[in-house]
């Protein structure tokens, strides 16, 4: 099968423009060039493509795609199985969605009354649903689907109780990295307090802790753009500075 950038286009719903640009960015070679100058775009293209709208509909930045499909360690079954759970997951949010609001609508009606319960647990969907549209993907890539689904479950399974004192905890990290990245040195009192911060934080929403994965998830906040701009609004080099501190303080740990 070949296709000429156009026919590609309409069949993947998109512009030949933006084809070109993927092909310019080094995204999305065509598969050869005729004399004519004419891009042409074979299956494994055509593959290729798919891929990319998949993380692009899930708000993956391109180049965050490009490294994730011309990684050695990329598996395409894998990572359409990702893409599917994920979509499941959204298909779950909206309709939860769905019900929320209907029950909401009733409430304020007067036909039922909603526990601050219900409440509650719908605002954890939304943040769960929230975490996995925007990092899920990467973190499903890296981890594997069974450690995002572990976290979200503990996180669905919080109480407003904990999930208060969740976030009286990253309050205190917050200002921890602040102090920390002001003093500058990563092995410093405050770079530890902060790390030990975060390692207690972290162990909020996971449920089996290592050193490997809590550095391998420190060098993603370097890596990770969405990562890194979430800590540079604490503190410019505030990723970085992390990072190292993190390598200081899981080497002693």
């Given at each position: 099968?070949?296709?000429?950038?156009?026919?590609?286009?309409?069949?993947?719903?998109?512009?030949?423009?933006?084809?070109?640009?993927?092909?310019?960015?080094?995204?999305?070679?065509?598969?050869?060039?005729?004399?004519?100058g004419y891009r042409i775009y074979g299956q494994r293209e055509v593959d290729r493509l798919q891929q990319i709208l998949f993380y692009r509909e899930m708000g993956m930045p391109l180049e965050d795609i490009k490294k994730v499909l011309s990684s050695k360690g990329f598996d395409e079954q894998q990572a359409l199985e990702s893409h599917l759970t994920a979509l499941l997951a959204e298909k779950d949010r909206i309709e939860r969605l769905v019900t929320n609001v209907m029950k909401t609508l009733k409430a304020l009606k007067g036909e039922i009354t909603m526990s601050n319960q219900e409440k509650f647990d719908g605002f954890l969907r939304e943040l769960v649903s929230e975490n996995e549209k925007r990092y899920g993907a990467e973190v499903r890539a890296k981890y594997g689907d069974d450690v995002m689904d572990r976290s979200n479950e503990k996180v669905l399974g919080m109480t407003e109780e904990t999930y208060k004192n969740t976030q009286e905890l990253e309050e205190k990290l917050y200002e921890a990295l602040k102090a920390a990245v002001a003093q500058g040195d990563p092995a410093g009192e405050a770079a530890q307090e902060a790390c030990r911060l975060h390692k207690a934080w972290l162990c909020r929403y996971w449920d089996h802790y290592s050193k490997e994965a809590h550095m391998g998830l420190a060098e993603m906040y370097v890596e990770d753009p969405r990562f890194t701009a979430y800590y540079e609004e604490i503190a410019p080099g505030c990723a970085r500075f992390l990072r190292d501190a993190l390598a200081v303080f899981l080497k002693d740990a």
């Open positions: 099968m070949e296709l000429t950038i156009n026919k590609l286009a309409k069949l993947a719903g998109v512009s030949p423009r933006t084809l070109r640009y993927y092909d310019a960015i080094g995204l999305l070679p065509p598969m050869r060039v005729g004399e004519n």
